[in-house]
């Protein structure tokens, strides 16, 4: 809940503190979970009591648009959401340096986010940041296997690899290592891909063509590389944009898969023997958005989510979220927090009110 506090200074002074709103705020999202992302930026902002600019990525905007209709008709006054397509370099430009937003929350890659910073600069824009991510998830020896591997799959290819917090940086022990290898790439080539409105449909295809160009061309690095392709590295038939799920193997920190997110089907396995060479592998990406572990120890597993530098770690899962708890990264992955009592904070502003008695 939104509320101020009441601090105690001197018997001659009540000091209290108000939390009030920011006026008019921005939401920029991106194309991998339209809807999702629009009801992050759009939920907090107005129950805060600001009025939101909804910027839509210009692959989806049929879907910002949708949203609007369906508040329309939960009677929000007209003003409080406005959706505004177009392009980034244009729409996008235009809200950032406009002197009446006073904030911006931003779902988008690193290098957007460090252009916005400086843009927004002059204005001393309130700015939340959620960027990219290239988030390890560990298995240790201990782990029920056969539900590390399905959480492991699950991780790297949800939404088929489209996702910032995605566990493209797989770090196994070396004990289970080759059987893990052998268990993730069985599962990775019994997966088929299908039409996207197919209700059935498990696995689809990239997003847009650029992206799948991107993809298939982090495949060709990590084959030039020397890692070992144990699954996919190639295209799923001849129409759409669809990547076969792909597992490297043997992967090395100084590769170009290990380094830099993807944003697609592709997961680098990586081997490790003792807990501390394992916090300097997890640690040694640009990135700190997420990390998962898989163990029976729960010591180990504490452990772990201290010394991982990511703002989110999941203990025997992956990819949980929830409007109550607070999400963002560490590092070049952003700052600030979205959901739970800091993302609605993050809309407001706070006054300081000093009363002589």
């Known amino acids: 809940s939104l509320q101020g506090e009441t601090i105690p200074v001197n018997d001659n002074l009540f000091v209290y503190t ?15 979970f339209p809807m999702m992302m629009a009801a992050r ?9 600001n009025a939101i600019i909804l910027k839509p990525a210009s692959p989806t905007p049929l879907t910002a648009m949708l949203m609007a209709e369906c508040i329309a008709a939960a009677k929000v006054p007209p003003g409080i959401v406005a959706v505004l397509n177009g392009k980034g370099s244009e729409v996008g430009q235009a809200i950032v340096e406009h002197p009446d937003i006073s ?9 957007v986010g460090v252009k916005m910073i400086k843009d927004a600069a002059p204005t001393l824009k309130k700015l939340t940041m959620e960027l990219g991510g ?4 560990v298995i240790f020896a201990d782990a029920d296997l056969d539900m590390a591997v399905k959480g492991a799959q699950a991780a790297i290819f949800y939404n088929k690899g489209e996702v910032c917090t995605a566990g493209s940086r797989l770090l196994v022990e070396d004990k289970v290592y080759d059987e893990t290898v052998e268990k993730l790439a069985a599962r990775a080539k019994k997966m088929t891909c299908a039409d996207p409105l197919d209700d059935e449909c498990r696995y689809g295809p990239q997003n847009n063509k650029s992206q799948f160009e991107t993809t298939m061309g982090y495949i060709e690095k990590g084959k ?8 996919g590295g190639e295209r799923m038939g001849d129409k759409g944009y669809f990547v076969a799920p792909t597992v490297f193997a043997d992967c090395t920190e100084d590769m170009t898969i290990v380094k830099e997110e993807i944003f697609g089907p592709v997961l680098a396995v990586q ?5 501390d060479e394992l916090v300097a592998k997890a640690n040694s990406s640009e990135y700190g958005l997420a990390a998962g ?20 770690v999941w203990v025997n899962c992956y990819n949980w979220y929830d409007s109550a708890v607070p999400y963002g990264g560490y590092k070049q992955s952003g700052y600030g927090r979205e959901m739970g009592l800091q993302g609605l904070a993050a809309m407001t502003q706070t006054k300081s009110v000093w009363v002589q008695l």
């Not at 081997?271 to 807990?275: D, G």
């Open 18 to 32: 108000l939390r009030e709103p920011l006026g008019i705020v921005a939401g920029i999202t991106p194309w991998n």
């Open 41 to 49: 930026k759009i939920a907090p902002a107005i129950a805060a009591g």
């Open 103 to 111: 904030a911006i929350s931003l779902t988008g890659s690193t290098s």
């Open 134 to 137: 290239k988030s390890p998830n």
């Open 224 to 231: 030039a590389e020397g890692a070992n392709l144990v699954a």
């Open 271 to 275: 081997k490790f023997s003792e807990f």
């Open 293 to 312: 572990v898989w163990t029976r120890d729960v010591s180990k597993a504490h452990r772990y989510a201290k010394a991982v530098k990511a703002g989110a």
